[in-house]
């Protein structure tokens, strides 16, 4: 309701019209917050443009996603060498695990794909001014930001961050013996709450502006993939968050007023607890409604990235536009039906078992049709191996190993004897670690240039492709190995058992090496994007010969308000290339029928062009 | 859709469609609805097990919150039908005030819980008693904070003519929706949090076949 009165806020200002097409074109825009001269503090801080945001949002997210790789690899360092760092003790180690792993998923993933992508993206691509609740997107931001201050403030509370592990199962997480469960765990809360909050208003907005904000000619079926994934992942986390919340807020009653939701009776160090008849399985149940589209919400803006980089850097239409809505579409349902294949040990009555596990194999046919229509598009491309191409084809396989190896962990039976072992590490960092980051970067790399105007190095981002793509292998595949050796997850020290064998320290030590090389590669692509946004070459409005709208704003990187007097109007789909003959091989969003693009080629589901022009 | 945002050369209106406040007010509803569900499906699958004792005392004082929220509600309705007129306006100030005094009535029956010892630290049940008519306040408050904002021009005693007053009217038909909203979510819970009992509960699974009979 907030952004309700924000509105109104605005209106009694004199107005504020984000759509602003209405004829009156750019001086529809409204006043409230645009145009005029801006002082330095409201076009970069308190701004209220989604552009402006969506950068925010992202070097954010990407500082505070540094922090969880060097807990990473503080983690490698105790894994490749035990003991060498006294530092890293047992108490340590589990609070970086948990950090790391709740800021990846949620802090950095999350907020990136859709505070940062969705927020530049979005309305550029959909043909709008800004985000239909500017005020709103605004406080978005801050809410994050104060969220992401609160998570780093619990490393300076008493007894420092929670050890309890990204999924914050209760009892542990609340009990003594468990890292930080003094402050840490409260802060964590406090802050998943605040960051919930940031998401709900960012995610208004995003799912509002795609429905109400399109410009004329922008249909639903004409918005490019990325702006799909997008809208998808945003109504799932609309609708997936609230668990979190849930089990968030009642975790935090049972911790700080004594309620008993998922508390049963415990003698902890000696001491009958005041908790009594909770159940931890009801936690289990919200975390994972959450958890499990949350695996989705960072999966869905990286199918539809993809999609757009390997169309344009392949001069070729997306294969089977449709198809890949309505995939996108039909993974988004299915992810709120699958959540308990997370809890196959934690036990379950045996139908239950059989329906999640049917569930989870059902995902694969859409998911599989998606990897299909990115290689056929591919098939007889004209592909440029551009940086953004070579994180997408890296996406690719990543992708397709981590989702094969989901296909494994998906039966009750098979997942069971693999559950809390290394394989299960090993895929999920594949699936949706490694994947949606190499995602994230392809993104920036291919929209860096809109939105700073300058180009990168290519040869430092190549670099940076290679080290991350080989190392993350390097990292990753061999886990596979050490989880059907047995080798558990999450243990601090692995002395003593007898099934590992000697030689799987080995391999924790190789492990470790490729981690710190990975970590360290990063840093070429923060020089290059630092060193780029003021000192590289001038890109040009469309330096990769693209269709999409955002390619297409008379200004680059775009003014407050993006378009010019007018609106641009949309003809046909994102995604007309491979043209044989005239200057270019693609036709721009904007082309009408007038302008050289006939009506055949107005339509997304076909491939114009692909029966008389042979790729080059 | 589209056609909303594109009207041809009509005059540029100050502020944001109404049809896209309301689509943005819908998806906020949408999401609500998803929080709700989510601790009602939380609360049965807790009341499942053996400790929970059903809250037998219902304070009269929940009674009068919900005549107040009702009275609420009516009056957000009068104020959307006559939302151009003055009398419309004030429905929507009483309205705000009925909210508040229901916040205060909440806020009584919690008193009356807590001297019948109910408390947030007992059963279960009276936890999820404080839990949820607090989460529902505090949905209250977030409604009048935008009714407050809404009305700001209006409480500073700006004149109320043309695209202000057209502007308000779509606020006000918003805060009615709004209201009709935190009602029907106060009742659900309501009838949650006194009538859905395990045999309740027990008597709706064995009928889908979830749970086998009990004896008796």
Request: with cysteine; aromatic share 14%.
């Amino acid at each position: 309701m907030a952004d309700e009165g924000h509105e109104h806020g605005n209106g009694a200002r004199g107005g504020h019209q984000p759509d602003g097409g209405r004829g009156g074109g750019h001086g529809g825009h409204g006043d409230g917050h645009d145009h005029g001269p801006q002082s330095w503090v409201t076009k970069y801080v308190w701004s209220q443009d989604h552009k402006v945001i969506a950068i925010q949002y992202t070097i954010t997210a990407i500082v505070v996603g540094l922090v969880a790789l060097v807990l990473s690899d503080l983690m490698r360092l105790q894994l490749g060498y035990p003991g060498k760092f006294a530092f890293i003790d047992a108490q340590r180690y589990y609070q970086f695990i948990t950090m790391h792993g709740m800021i990846m998923v949620v802090y950095l993933l999350t907020a990136l794909f859709l505070g940062g992508f969705g927020n530049y993206l979005i309305p550029l691509m959909v043909g709008a001014r800004d985000m239909v609740f500017p005020f709103l997107n605004m406080l978005s931001y801050w809410f994050y930001l104060a969220s992401v201050l609160i998570l780093l403030g619990s490393f300076f509370v008493p007894g420092g961050p929670t050890g309890a592990g990204w999924t914050l199962y209760p009892p542990q997480a609340i009990l003594p013996g468990t890292p930080g469960v003094d402050g840490g765990i409260v802060t964590m809360l406090i802050s998943l709450v605040v960051f919930i909050a940031a998401a709900t208003m960012g995610g208004l907005n995003y799912v509002t502006t795609i429905l109400q904000a399109r410009t004329r000619g922008m249909t639903l079926m004409r918005m490019p993939l990325t702006v799909w994934g997008i809208f998808v992942a945003t109504i799932l986390a609309l609708l997936a968050f609230p668990a979190l919340f849930v089990s968030g807020v009642m975790m935090l009653f049972d911790k700080t007023l004594g309620s008993s939701f998922f508390m049963p009776a415990v003698v902890s160090m000696g001491q009958h607890l005041d908790h009594k008849g909770g159940s931890p399985l009801l936690f289990q149940h919200l975390f994972w409604f959450f958890g499990h589209p949350e695996v989705y919400i960072v999966a869905l803006p990286a199918f539809g990235i993809i999609s757009d980089l390997v169309s344009v850097h392949a001069r070729k239409c997306i294969f089977g536009y449709r198809m890949m809505v309505w995939a996108i579409v039909i993974i988004g349902g299915l992810s709120f039906v699958v959540w308990a294949h997370h809890m196959y040990v934690s036990g379950m009555h045996p139908w239950f078992g059989f329906f999640f596990a049917t569930t989870t194999l059902i995902i694969a046919v859409p998911t599989a049709l998606k990897v299909y229509n990115w290689t056929l598009t591919l098939w007889r491309g004209d592909i440029h191996l551009t940086v953004p191409m070579l994180f997408a084809l890296g996406f690719i396989s990543t992708f397709v190993l981590g989702g094969v190896t989901g296909l494994f962990l998906g039966n009750v039976s098979v997942d069971i004897p693999l559950s809390n072992t290394y394989f299960v590490v090993a895929h999920f960092h594949m699936v949706m670690g490694v994947s949606p980051v190499l995602a994230v970067f392809g993104g920036l790399y291919h929209w860096f240039p809109k939105m700073s105007g300058r180009m990168y190095n290519e040869a430092l981002g190549k670099l940076h492709f290679w080290v991350t793509f080989i190392g993350s292998y390097a990292i990753f595949f061999p886990m596979h190995y050490l989880g059907i050796l047995g080798m558990p997850r999450r243990y601090y020290a692995y002395e003593n058992y007898s099934f590992i064998p000697p030689s799987a320290q080995l391999m924790n030590e190789f492990i470790t090496i490729a981690a710190i090389i990975v970590g360290v590669a990063q840093l070429a692509f923060v020089f290059n994007f630092i060193v780029s946004t003021f000192r590289g070459k001038p890109a040009g409005g469309n330096p990769w010969r693209a269709a999409s709208l955002e390619w297409f704003t008379p200004q680059t990187p775009p003014v407050h308000g993006n378009w010019g007097p007018e609106l641009p109007v949309v003809y046909r789909g994102a995604y007309d290339y491979g043209h044989a003959g005239g200057d270019t091989d693609y036709l721009p969003q904007t082309t009408g029928p007038d302008d050289g693009g006939g009506e055949h080629a107005a339509r997304p589901g076909l491939a114009p062009g692909l029966d008389k022009g042979k790729p080059a | 859709m589209n056609t909303l945002v594109h009207s041809g050369a009509a005059p540029a209106l100050p502020g944001l469609s109404y049809v896209a406040r309301r689509a943005g007010l819908w998806v906020f509803l949408g999401v609500i609805t998803s929080l709700f569900m989510l601790f009602g499906a939380a609360y049965v699958m807790r009341m499942a097990m053996a400790d929970w004792q059903p809250l037998r005392y219902v304070p009269w004082q929940l009674w009068l919150s919900t005549a107040l929220l009702a009275g609420a509600c009516g009056a957000w309705e009068l104020a959307r039908r006559r939302a151009h007129q003055s009398d419309g306006r004030r429905a929507g100030m009483a309205g705000c005030a009925l909210s508040l005094a229901f916040l205060g009535a909440q806020w009584w029956a919690w008193q009356a819980m807590i001297a019948m010892q109910y408390r947030v630290d007992g059963n279960p049940a009276d936890s999820f008693f404080f839990m949820l008519t607090g989460l529902h306040g505090l949905h209250v408050i977030g409604g009048l904070l935008a009714a407050l904002l809404a009305g700001r021009a209006l409480l500073q005693g700006e004149a109320m003519g043309g695209l202000a007053r057209y502007r308000l009217a779509g606020s006000i038909a918003l805060c009615a929706q709004y209201w009709h909203y935190l009602l029907g979510l106060w009742l659900v819970l309501f009838a949650l949090l006194f009538w859905v009992t395990p045999d309740v509960v027990q008597i709706v699974c064995e009928s889908v076949g979830l749970r086998t009979p009990q004896p008796k």
